[in-house]
């Protein structure tokens, strides 16, 4: 089955081990940086095993439901975890994501359907559509058409101070769409919890590949989890703070079973 493609900019402007990150993968006289988005995070961490969790609300307490869900803290994992390294030989799961229906607001795909599953197929593409622009306002634009009131705005949202981050550790303005190429491939994922059918926490974990003019690519592993609700007929990134953490775990590897984390497949039409 085909797998989502992206190509996007990212990286993580709030966690230590960005600048570690750039350390090494500025190689070989090619300036590649790459790190990840989100939550605060795209950082390198460990998931909680076991995968998804549903939350009751039915005590009325759907908000503090959410931020309990939201913020449920991640352990660490070493950096190496997310570099390219041994494949495992054993079997995880596979989560089908629907397909897109129809291009939205700032040429984010849409049309996802009301399901946990829906949910992170739309995430994947507002990540991808505002870190493929490798440009600042671009990233602004998509956040101010697909976050609900109280959600990020277009200076907080860490997406935005990634792509920000990204350009100026690599010397370039804030539209470098001629400079850099940077492709995200979501491989893995997992639905962290869901509280209702209307709120989901999903996490991604994606291959980054970037390439700066005739330089070698480069790759690590990178995870995302947001808070999206469904609001007027699709899934935005909802209000509060963003999530805890993600796994960033190379996938394919042992610790990307161990996880928790499944195959990201498109089914064939």
Avoid at 72 to 86: N, W
Avoid at 165 to 189: R, Y
Wanted: with cysteine.
């Amino acid at each position: 089955m085909p797998r989502f493609n992206f190509e996007t900019a990212v990286i993580d402007p709030q966690t230590e081990w960005t600048r570690r990150r750039l350390q090494i993968m500025l190689g070989g006289g090619v300036a590649v940086v790459l790190a990840v988005l989100a939550g605060g995070v795209w950082s390198v961490a460990s998931i909680v095993t076991g995968g998804s969790d549903a939350v009751d609300s039915s005590n009325g307490a759907t908000q503090s439901a959410q931020d309990q869900l939201a913020s449920k803290q991640l352990p660490v994992a070493p950096l190496e975890a997310a570099q390219p390294g041994s494949l495992s030989s054993g079997e995880t799961g596979t989560l089908e994501i629907p397909a897109p229906m129809e291009v939205g607001e700032v040429g984010v795909a849409t049309g996802f359907p009301h399901t946990p599953e829906g949910a992170l197929a739309q995430l994947a593409a507002i990540d991808s559509t505002a870190l493929t622009s490798a440009s600042v306002r671009v990233a602004q634009d998509v956040i101010a058409q697909w976050a609900a009131p109280g959600g990020p705005s277009a200076e907080s949202w860490t997406g935005v101070l990634a792509v920000a981050a990204l350009l100026e550790s690599a010397g370039m303005s804030s539209d470098a769409q001629n400079s850099i190429t940077i492709a995200v491939e979501p491989k893995m994922g997992y639905i962290k919890g869901t509280v209702g059918d209307d709120f989901v926490v999903p996490c991604i974990d994606f291959i980054v590949t970037a390439t700066i003019a005739a330089g070698q690519p480069q790759q690590v592993a990178a995870a995302d989890c947001q808070r999206m609700v469904w609001q007027n007929d699709r899934w935005v990134i909802g209000p509060g703070e963003e999530p805890a953490p993600a796994p960033s775990l190379w996938p394919g590897s042992q610790a990307s079973f161990d996880a928790g984390y499944q195959w990201l497949e498109v089914p064939q039409s």
